[in-house]
């Protein structure tokens, strides 16, 4: 297990497993080949997962039905978070929503990716001052490719499908991937900063592990027999 | 109390159909005598040898069209009661209109109802010129009715194709009619790409007219597909209509009762295929609909069948509109006031306000504004009100649930047509 330069946690099946006989010498060839073979294969069969709430669905629609066909660069559509590698996440997520996305990104299996449809996901777009809105999925789930448009177009989308496939072909090279950044200059940053960023203290990640453990099924947030939640440490008032 | 009885598997009768008047309007007799599920059943006071199982359907389920949350407790494969949780796309949108002004809103309320841009954009504007007081000139009239009329077709097919895929195999082999709607679709999104540069989301209405007119042959262009479209409207029919399995799934599932209708809210298909023969475009025209005859069509089963039916003779209906008007757009001016570059050029009246239904292809899509009481801030609205058509829809699924088994539940949730967007605003 290994942290990668945009924060997320890097988690390779085969290294894992057999890391004791990784560290043989000699092996290395096979496992190298293994790993050739292992990262061909899932760069071209990303199964996407349409995490789809809103307008961007209708277009991952598109971008999956005949006329642009995702199945053509190997994209698949599924509707199940565990046979996923790419959660495609199109649409404004809420506040109620967001425990429910982070549920199902921690449903879905490594190696694992996703993908900012639309700026909604990216940053809220004009929503993002809203009371109910999340300014940006970024802020709790951690992204690699963001496609931005109102919504995109499905030219961009399978782009953005495109520039994983280079990322994950890239990382298996060990070249060095700039992380991508968010495609709007000059917005207001967040008052929760983002995943891997310097200032971002654990106990978000701590925050969002208690919503999704303690949540309630009858649809608040949390139960009511639940910890109390864990709290940024408060400032010295001087 | 006596504890209330899952209803069976009921089918309608075949044969002629009585009707009866009830409150001036004609229902079918059949629909009026079911009695209604209880939507409020309290499930303590229940028979309690029954093995009662929660199902948790939603809110991220390919089939509740969104985000959509129901919560069901079935008695074995029989659902006793359904209990609808709203508000995972909550986006504020009625209170963050109040901080933009009457120029600004458009593209805001477009995201509402996100498989029918042009209607939102109809309906908003509308509103505002009624607040001011504002005719638009009749070759917007016309365009605006023949966008309207063309995202119907586009609304249904989309409907149609993820409603066939809900359904799994029954619906013409799974994915099958889904790429053969989309296939449609594409076609008429290259005309308003032609015209207004956007796939979706167009922000081409604006308050007192267009902002982008016609370009030259394009309304040759879109007879065209339209015609196409209508000469491929049979193949879907083949699809379903001889389709043992679908009728079987579709015929008796899910049947809505007119009163039960009206007294919800609900509009539009769902209404129409109850029997109850009610349609903005033809009762109260706006726009350009005063230029062509509206032919309503309406079903008297009231099942998910019934509302098939009224959908697909509606894209045939819209055809028929949209062809008639693109063959004689009046020629002058698309814009009544100057084009508004500043936020704040358009200033209202204090003290007023204004309700505007349109017809869209969920039902009725209402707007009410109330504009400022000071005139300092005369350019932003006080309060805007969206009803959406969806949102009684919605009401409905407590009362259509009861008694349909869990693979029913599907179909008649499909069948409504919700959009979330437009439910949670």
Redesign the interface.
């Known amino acids: 297990m290994a942290v990668n330069e945009s924060g997320q946690r890097f988690h390779h099946a085969v290294y894992e497993k057999f890391e004791a006989v990784a560290n043989f010498p000699g092996l290395d060839l096979l496992f190298t080949t293994a790993d050739k073979v292992l990262t061909w294969g899932s760069q071209n069969s990303l199964w996407a997962f349409p995490m789809a709430t809103s307008c961007c669905g209708i277009e991952f629609m598109a971008t999956a039905a005949s006329r642009f066909d995702t199945e053509r660069i190997g994209t698949f559509t599924r509707g199940t978070p565990r046979q996923c590698d790419v959660m495609v996440v199109a649409g404004t997520i809420t506040v109620k929503m967001a425990p429910r996305v982070r549920k199902l990104w921690d449903m879905m299996p490594e190696p694992k990716w996703c993908i900012a449809m639309g700026s909604c996901a990216i940053s809220g777009d004009f929503y993002r001052d809203i009371y109910s809105v999340v300014p940006g999925v970024d802020t709790f789930i951690p992204v690699d490719v963001y496609v931005p448009g109102c919504p995109p177009n499905p030219d961009a989308l399978l782009l953005g499908f495109k520039r994983l496939q280079e990322k994950i072909q890239a990382r298996r090279e060990g070249r060095w991937v700039e992380p991508d950044k968010r495609p709007i200059d000059g917005m207001r940053v967040p008052s929760i900063p983002r995943i891997g960023a310097p200032d971002r203290l654990p106990v978000f990640d701590q925050a969002q592990l208690h919503n999704v453990l303690h949540m309630d099924p009858d649809g608040r947030m949390l139960r009511p027999d639940a910890p109390p939640m864990p709290r940024p440490p408060e400032e010295d008032p001087e | 109390m006596p504890l209330p009885v899952p209803r069976p598997f009921q089918r309608p009768a075949r044969g002629a159909t009585r009707h009866v008047e009830v409150g001036g309007v004609r229902v079918p007799y059949e629909l009026v005598v079911d009695p209604w599920p209880d939507p409020y059943l309290d499930l303590d006071a229940y028979d309690p040898d029954a093995d009662l199982m929660p199902i948790?359907w939603g809110?991220?389920?390919?089939s509740t069209h969104?985000?959509l949350?129901v919560?069901l407790f079935m008695d074995g494969e029989v659902c006793v009661k359904a209990v609808p949780?709203l508000?995972?796309?909550?986006?504020?949108v009625e209170?963050?209109c109040e901080k933009l002004s009457y120029a600004q809103v458009t593209p805001?309320v477009d995201?509402n109802d996100?498989?029918s841009p042009m209607m939102n954009e109809l309906a908003i504007n509308m509103a505002f010129e009624k607040l001011l007081g504002v005719e638009p000139p009749p070759r917007a009239q016309v365009i605006r009715t023949i966008f309207a009329e063309m995202q119907r077709v586009a609304s249904h097919l989309?409907w149609l194709?993820?409603w066939a895929m809900d359904a799994g195999g029954a619906l013409g082999g799974g994915a099958t009619l889904?790429?053969?709607c989309?296939?449609e679709?594409?076609m008429i999104?290259d005309l308003f790409e032609e015209v207004t540069g956007a796939?979706?989301?167009y922000n081409t209405h604006t308050v007192g007219g267009n902002r982008h007119d016609l370009p030259g042959g394009w309304e040759e262009k879109a007879i065209r597909v339209l015609d196409h479209i209508e000469s491929r409207l049979p193949e879907y029919e083949d699809f379903l209509r001889d389709n043992d399995i679908f009728l079987v799934r579709t015929r008796g599932v899910g049947r809505l009762d007119p009163l039960l209708a009206m007294e919800i809210g609900v509009s539009g298909p769902s209404l129409r295929a109850s029997g109850v023969d009610h349609d903005r475009r033809r009762d109260a025209p706006y726009a350009a609909y005063d230029r062509v005859e509206v032919k309503v069509p309406v079903r008297d089963a009231g099942d998910a069948l019934a509302r098939y039916e009224v959908r697909m003779d509606e894209m045939r209906e819209s055809i028929r509109i949209a062809r008639e008007l693109l063959q004689d757009v009046p020629a002058g001016p698309i814009t009544a006031l100057k084009p508004v570059k500043m936020p704040k050029a358009i200033k209202v009246a204090t003290g007023r306000s204004a309700y505007v239904g349109i017809e869209s292809p969920r039902g009725e899509l209402g707007t009410f504004v109330i504009a400022q009481n000071e005139r300092k801030t005369a350019h932003l609205p006080y309060r805007l009100k969206i009803r959406p058509p969806s949102f009684h829809a919605m009401a409905l699924l407590p009362y259509l649930a009861p008694g349909a088994t869990l693979s029913d539940i599907v179909v008649i949730a499909g069948s409504l047509d919700p959009i979330?967007?437009e439910v949670d605003r």
């Not at chain 2, 809110?59 to 390919?62: K, S």
């Not at chain 2, 508000?87 to 504020?92: E, F, N, S, T």
């Open positions: 948790n809110p991220q389920h390919p969104g985000v949350r919560k949780y508000g995972y796309l909550h986006r504020g209170k963050l805001i995201k996100y498989v989309l194709g993820t889904f790429m053969y989309f296939r679709r594409e999104l796939r979706f989301h979330l967007g």
